[in-house]
């Protein structure tokens, strides 16, 4: 049975020009950290305008580099409370 629930709130704001799009991924911790990813996305100048393909993979990119950097920070806990290196994928 799980006693605790938790809730994590991931902000993102974009920023477009008529070729690229800026993703930057926000989540604020509950032991008070905050972790901060980016993620980008440029447009084929003979493709058509689409501002939300490019937020949907800028975004994406910046929530798959929020993960890579979760997992480092998970994973150095571990190292430190155990005094080794822990072995799961980084």
Same mark, same amino acid.
């Given at each position: 049975?799980?006693?605790?629930?938790?809730?994590?709130?991931?902000?993102?704001?974009?920023?477009?020009?008529?070729?690229?799009?800026? *993703?930057? @991924? #926000?989540?604020? !911790?509950?032991?008070?950290?905050?972790?901060? %990813? =980016?993620?980008?996305?440029?447009?084929?100048?003979?493709?058509?305008?689409?501002?939300?393909?490019?937020?949907?993979?800028?975004? *994406?990119? @910046? #929530?798959?580099? !929020?993960?890579?950097?979760?997992?480092?920070? %998970? =994973?150095?806990?571990?190292?430190?409370?155990?005094?080794?290196?822990?072995?799961?994928?980084?």
């Amino acid at each position: 049975m799980m006693e605790t629930t938790v809730g994590w709130h991931v902000e993102m704001e974009f920023e477009e020009d008529a070729h690229r799009t800026r *993703a930057a @991924a #926000l989540v604020r !911790l509950p032991d008070g950290n905050e972790v901060r %990813a =980016h993620g980008y996305a440029s447009r084929h100048p003979s493709d058509s305008s689409q501002p939300r393909v490019g937020e949907e993979i800028a975004g *994406a990119r @910046a #929530l798959n580099e !929020l993960a890579m950097r979760l997992l480092t920070k %998970a =994973h150095d806990e571990i190292d430190e409370a155990s005094g080794r290196t822990s072995h799961a994928l980084r």
